[in-house]
């Protein structure tokens, strides 16, 4: 059982660890991202969570200290080890300076060449061991076979899960107390994602605290805690991934009769008020009578017109003030509602009949070519380790596909104009009118005033909903639709808003994955997996429905 520290614990109750005091933090141009962080964590795993721009990653930097809290205290005890959601590739980086043992061996080099500098001869014998830990750590992510040549390769030769791996293995050779890994398994193919979900599920893989900011279902099933950032406060909820999302159905589901709740108290009081005015009247309306019929001496029929007009107005204020009260409490409860828009549409236009090719292609592979074929709405997924060519090969099968209209979902979210309003951007993909525009965009979520803001002042989560609607009801809107990775970088929230926009698609879908909760809840028909080498391909074409 790993100790969790509370809050009001300091650094002095355990040997290592992060602890955060009202931290808030904004950028210069009075955008504030945390506006309260409380946390203490001292070992275990943790897996931080939260909507695209909720500032998980800067609350990664605030622990490197590479950015400072604009209120607030940040205290680190322990040596800290990072792997940032992008790996950087410059040509002036080989494997062995990401991995940071460079100046070890550089130091080794000259020292056994009779040339050792006067701080070489300080070396440990971890350092002596550095290029076997390094390649030990290398082959335990599944470098086949790796030696002291891969050391000495460039990043810029790598793909992109490679990269990624050998940041991870620079993460399991510093074994320092506290290790921060932002998206790991961004780029990873399944192996690669097996692999590190192992180590993950290793206590012995990273010592001390681990904080893991993911997307990754089954990797999140992996921690001790998951913390959530969301409208710039973080929550700790006990357990994996699926523990908060437990807890968070309870509580929206409470928050969400609170609201009802409250609507229904609003209206009663709006009801009253009515009622009281009338009531309210009708007092007056008599009291005219009365006067103008002089049924009551004159001082009495004013001291008593007085007093219905006292009446009234304690009786307006006070039911004012009961409704002001009321909205109150509904304002409240809608905010602990979340907004994660869902998206809600069907797409009859983008239909492919059952046996219509939708692409042919003829692949070098091996023992001479293979074609491959994708017919009417099938949903194909390409996959095979990293560095294999999906990419590439993908691109090829956007290129064949000349018989239907393509979309593609760009990984960057980069087809929107951010200088034109969001209906100014479906309306140049579309021949509708103003109502038929607005309709749409409400399918995926946006209404109101939000449809007449500048693309460029949409927040993450409404940028992908945002670029999903101007790809997928387009006029005419694409048969077939590609996306490589769709789900990198995406939040939790942003997966799902996905999952749901492909149910509504009928057209043919090909894409580069290996997010396999994903690919299972978007019923992919067909794999074609790659293996053998670049240069000499095999492909497997499996059907899986």
């Not at 992510?141 to 992109?160: A, M, N, Q, V």
Request: glycine share 10%; aromatic share 4%; with cysteine.
């Amino acid at each position: 059982m790993r100790r969790q520290l509370h809050l009001g614990a300091t650094l002095g109750d355990m040997s290592s660890g992060v602890i955060m005091s009202g931290v808030r933090f904004g950028w210069p141009d009075g955008d504030e991202l945390l506006t309260g962080v409380d946390l203490a964590w001292s070992e275990g795993r943790v897996g931080l969570i939260g909507a695209n721009g909720s500032g998980k990653s800067s609350l990664l930097r605030l622990i490197t200290g590479e950015l400072a809290p604009t209120a607030g205290t940040v205290q680190v005890s322990g040596r800290v080890a990072t792997l940032p959601q992008t790996v950087a590739t410059s040509d002036r980086h080989t494997v062995a300076e990401l991995l940071g043992i460079g100046p070890a061996r550089a130091a080794i080099a000259r020292t056994l060449a009779g040339r050792p500098e006067p701080a070489d001869l300080e070396l440990t014998a971890d350092d002596w061991q550095v290029e076997d830990r390094a390649l030990a750590a290398l082959a335990r992510l599944g470098f086949p076979d790796p030696g002291p040549e891969l050391l000495d390769r460039p990043l810029t030769t790598l793909s992109g899960g490679e990269a990624t791996l050998v940041g991870v293995a620079h993460t399991l050779l510093e074994r320092a107390e506290i290790t921060l890994l932002d998206e790991p398994t961004n780029n990873l193919d399944r192996p690669g994602r097996e692999r590190l979900h192992r180590l993950v599920a290793d206590p012995g893989g990273w010592p001390g605290l681990l904080i893991i900011v993911s997307h990754d279902r089954e990797l999140l099933e992996l921690v001790d805690q998951t913390a959530e950032l969301h409208g710039g406060r973080l929550r700790t909820f006990g357990g994996p991934l699926s523990a908060y999302r437990a807890a968070l159905e309870v509580e929206q589901q409470a928050a969400e009769r609170a609201v009802r709740d409250a609507r229904v108290a609003l209206r009663k009081e709006q009801r009253q008020l009515v009622e009281a005015r009338i009531v309210l009247a009708r007092r007056q309306r008599y009291a005219r009578t009365d006067y103008e019929n002089k049924r009551r001496p004159k001082v009495i029929m004013k001291l008593r017109a007085r007093e219905a007009q006292v009446s009234a107005g304690k009786y307006r204020q006070l039911h004012e003030s009961r409704i002001a009260e009321a909205r109150d409490h509904l304002e409240q409860a809608e905010d602990r509602v979340r907004d994660d828009e869902p998206i809600r549409l069907d797409l009859p236009g983008t239909a492919v009949p059952e046996r219509k090719v939708v692409v042919r292609l003829d692949v070098p592979v091996t023992d001479g070519t293979r074609t491959l074929i994708a017919r009417g709405p099938e949903r194909v997924v390409i996959t095979g380790r990293n560095g294999i060519g999906k990419t590439t090969l993908l691109h090829r099968l956007r290129a064949a596909a000349t018989s239907v209209r393509v979309g593609e979902l760009p990984q960057r979210m980069d087809l929107l104009d951010d200088g034109r309003s969001l209906h100014a951007n479906l309306a140049a993909a579309t021949t509708a009118d103003d109502h038929e525009i607005r309709a749409r965009l409400a399918r995926f979520g946006f209404r109101g005033a939000t449809v007449d803001r500048p693309a460029g002042t949409l927040s993450g989560g409404e940028r992908f909903r945002a670029t999903l609607a101007v790809l997928l009801l387009a006029d005419p809107p694409p048969q077939l639709l590609i996306m490589d990775e769709p789900t990198n970088n995406l939040d939790l929230p942003g997966v799902e808003q996905l999952i749901a926009a492909l149910g509504g698609f009928r057209g043919a879908l090909m894409l580069v994955s290996h997010d396999a909760d994903f690919c299972d809840r978007v019923r992919i028909t067909r794999r074609w997996h790659l293996s053998g080498t670049p240069d000499r391909l095999e492909v497997e074409d499996r059907p899986l429905r």
